[in-house]
């Protein structure tokens, strides 16, 4: 014992030989970090502290604002390998068959904060930046493959919604159910939130989706629609509600953990990426839109294209996963939006609340930076990182040429008619959840109608029963149950489930 009690002793002086001083932020070794300077034994503390005063503004300033959504989330570095040709549909080099691509993913809550239990219902983002040869492109998705609005100006009011009273800073459901007795396009992805679904048992096991449709662009700028599928390697796994009961008992941070450590171990994650494709003349042939981020693709074949893993861990927590900067509108030459009118407002929307979580400059920060130069007249701004050398802050110039790319044009779209605000023409609010609905188990059934129902039960009467006729509308038996469990009137709920149009 004596001889490792000496050997542990020899090897922590000869750690503290080799540590590194002790700095403040200009670099400026520090004599004393653990007695403030005071003017003699019983005077106050002295202004001239720098190191005092440096220390208690920077910790003044440690919090940036929190995401108003996504708060709540973890992060890994990884490697997508893309697996098949898909040169046909599109000149994006992240998917030359073979190539490998960097990446950075952050797996999230949705409405909950920072510090929230990850055991609550909610959503969870699925998040991928990757670092192409041409530009970072960021697909940025959820573990659902719909949404629960088809238009970006309900955005903030669904948010508002879901989040809590701001009179009490408490969850009611009444609240959030007024909201979406107004908004039947939701019930699809509501069925999915409130069963089993709505509480993953990990990340690992958990499908991602891009939900948006986006456009894949050809050589001779050939369009086709896709949609983006991440599949678990590791397969889809959630918590029934007596489960989430245990786990919130003993960890509240149950997703991060498993994430962390799994990585830690070598047991490396990983998820196929699928897409399904859609020609622009196909997209009549439905009889919904299917650029309406509430509808899924059924009977769309998915093919693979590529496998991703997981395998380190962020350094920094706040470095990376908290300062990554998020944004559909980071897109890279054949890669680029449809008109799905969500996604057409997430383009403005992400980009903007990281510019103003983390300034101007935020694509500067290491997590967030292109692995590619990046040459453009963008300037000053605070905490501005880069090393511009040149007087020519514009473009075109002879001084300085920066030349356009001409494969990086947009590809043309035909339009006609008139500016207007009107609903998209196929709407079909139903039926894809009575399909969800029948998807599931027995036991997933109960589950569903129990969580469902007991949200259901203290909403007002008129919003109750307006949202009990959709999900009637959408299976009988469903409807049947939510009723029974939310206290409802069977009979009115009938014939409000009767007016409405599928």
């Not at 014992?1 to 400026?28: C, E, F, Y």
């Not at 007002?460 to 009637?472: G, N, P, Q, T, V």
């Amino acid at each position: 014992m004596r001889l490792i009690a000496v050997a542990l002793v020899a090897s922590m002086m000869s750690l503290s030989v080799h540590a590194a001083p002790l700095t403040r932020d200009n670099g400026a070794p520090v004599g004393d970090n653990q007695n403030s300077q005071t003017a003699g034994a019983s005077g106050p503390t002295l202004l001239q502290d720098v190191q005092l005063i440096q220390k208690l503004q920077r910790f003044d300033r440690e919090r940036i604002p929190e995401r108003v959504v996504h708060a709540r989330g973890t992060g890994a570095h990884g490697e997508f390998t893309a697996t098949a040709d898909i040169s046909d549909l599109t000149i994006a080099k992240v998917f030359e068959k073979g190539s490998k691509t960097p990446v950075f993913v952050r797996f999230s809550s949705v409405v909950h904060g920072l510090h929230s239990p990850e055991t609550l219902r909610d959503p969870r983002g699925f998040a991928t930046k990757f670092y192409t040869a041409e530009g970072n492109w960021d697909l940025v998705g959820n573990n659902f493959p719909t949404f629960f609005i088809r238009d970006a100006i309900k955005f903030p009011d669904m948010v508002h919604a879901f989040k809590p009273d701001p009179r009490t800073n408490l969850d009611d459901s009444r609240r959030t159910f007024d909201f979406f007795s107004h908004i039947p396009e939701a019930t699809r992805t509501l069925t999915q939130l409130f069963s089993n679904e709505g509480t993953p048992a990990s990340y690992r096991e958990m499908d991602g989706n891009g939900v948006h449709a986006y456009k894949l662009v050809s050589a001779e700028g050939q369009a086709h629609y896709v949609k983006f599928h991440w599949k678990s390697q590791q397969g889809v796994k959630n918590l029934d509600p007596r489960q989430v009961a245990e786990v919130q008992a003993n960890d509240y941070s149950h997703m991060t953990r498993d994430l962390v450590e799994a990585i830690e171990r070598g047991d490396y994650p990983k998820w196929d990426l699928y897409i399904q494709v859609l020609k622009p003349e196909d997209l009549a042939k439905f009889s919904f839109d299917p650029l309406d981020a509430t509808k899924i693709w059924p009977d769309v074949p998915a093919r693979k294209i590529g496998q991703m893993v997981l395998n380190k861990n962020p350094d920094n927590v706040f470095q990376e996963t908290e300062q990554v900067a998020m944004a559909p509108s980071n897109l890279v030459p054949g890669i680029e939006p449809s008109e799905d009118r969500l996604l057409q407002g997430r383009l403005f929307a992400y980009a903007d609340t990281q510019m103003y979580r983390l300034g101007a400059n935020g694509l500067h920060l290491p997590i967030n930076a292109a692995m590619v130069a990046v040459n453009n007249g963008n300037q000053d701004g605070a905490m501005n990182l880069a090393a511009t050398k040149t007087s020519v802050n514009y473009q075109p110039s002879r001084l300085q040429p920066r030349e356009e790319t001409p494969h990086a044009r947009y590809s043309q779209l035909p339009l006609s008619g008139t500016t207007q605000q009107a609903k998209i023409q196929r709407e079909q609010n139903f039926k894809q959840a009575g399909d969800l609905y029948r998807s599931y188990s027995k036991k997933e059934q109960r589950d569903l109608i129990n969580s469902l129902g007991g949200a259901l039960a203290p909403v007002d009467d008129e919003s109750k029963h307006l949202m009990l006729s959709y999900f009637y509308k959408a299976d009988v038996d469903y409807g049947t149950g939510l009723t029974k469990v939310a206290k409802g009137d069977l009979k009115r709920v009938q014939q409000l489930a009767a007016k409405l149009q599928d």
